[in-house]
């Protein structure tokens, strides 16, 4: 089993190009997270998905879009990418309210 | 407002001394609290975990300990080892919530672990 995997792992934008993220996971898990770690920060929650069709607002949604067209896929767009959406990326899922399991993460730069 | 707060932002220890890791929360609806690991460029990996319903839960050399009066709680890792290097979040939610409330984790900025040989 592959775990979590994201896709790119490292990607520079330029302020207004678009880009989507792609998470994706084979343990069958039901729940898939976005979240952002900026220096000094915890992570924080973008978008969080219960189930395959659903998607739902976290902490800091603004900016973002989400899709889970596929239970196995959790995809994160930037429309119009801004130098403060400069961060690192984790994807997560999780079985019910489990163990989250966390993605190795992708690094974006938006210059 | 951090309402899951982790005060020092580094501790180094020495190989095969304790390694005692805060955490602090403000919001009493958390009930369930984790501890994540993470090495660089690498994404968290779950370590420990405690229910409000325990004051303590061990996990071979880490264990967590919880005191919600005082809304804090604390990871040991004894006897701390070169590999435990690595930056400790504390997270927390609550057991039960409505709207999927109960889904979301709130984390800590982190600490970085330095463990010396």
């Known amino acids: 089993n592959a775990g979590v995997t994201q896709t790119p792992k490292f990607r520079v934008l330029k302020t207004g190009q678009s880009m989507t993220l792609l998470c994706a996971q084979d343990?069958?898990?039901?729940?898939m997270y976005w979240y952002r770690q900026d220096p000094g920060m915890g992570l924080r929650l973008i978008h969080y998905s219960v189930g395959e069709g659903t998607t739902a607002k976290g902490e800091v949604p603004d900016g973002y879009n989400v899709s889970r067209l596929k239970k196995q896929n959790f995809l994160l767009g930037l429309e119009s990418a801004a130098p403060s959406q400069t961060s690192v990326y984790f994807c997560?899922?999780?079985?019910?309210?489990?163990?989250?399991?966390f993605g190795p993460g992708t690094r974006l730069l938006v210059l | 407002d951090q309402q899951v707060k982790q005060n020092s932002p580094s501790l180094s220890v020495q190989e095969g001394r304790i390694s005692i890791l805060n955490c602090d929360y403000t919001?009493?609806?958390?009930?369930?609290f984790l501890w994540y690991k993470k090495y660089p460029a690498e994404g968290p990996t779950f370590l420990i975990s405690i229910s409000s319903i325990k004051d303590k839960n061990e996990d071979g050399r880490f264990t967590v300990f919880l005191n919600k009066s005082a809304k804090h709680l604390s990871l040991h890792i004894v006897p701390s080892q070169p590999g435990d290097s690595a930056v400790y979040f504390c997270?927390?939610?609550?057991?039960?919530?409505?709207?999927?409330?109960?889904?979301?984790?709130?984390f800590g900025k982190g600490t970085l672990l330095t463990v010396n040989p």
């Open positions: 997560a899922s999780s079985y019910s309210l489990g163990t989250q399991y």
């Open positions: 919001n009493s609806m958390f009930d369930y």
């Open positions: 343990m069958n898990h039901e729940y």
């Open positions: 997270a927390a939610r609550p057991e039960r919530g409505s709207g999927g409330s109960n889904y979301k984790l709130t």
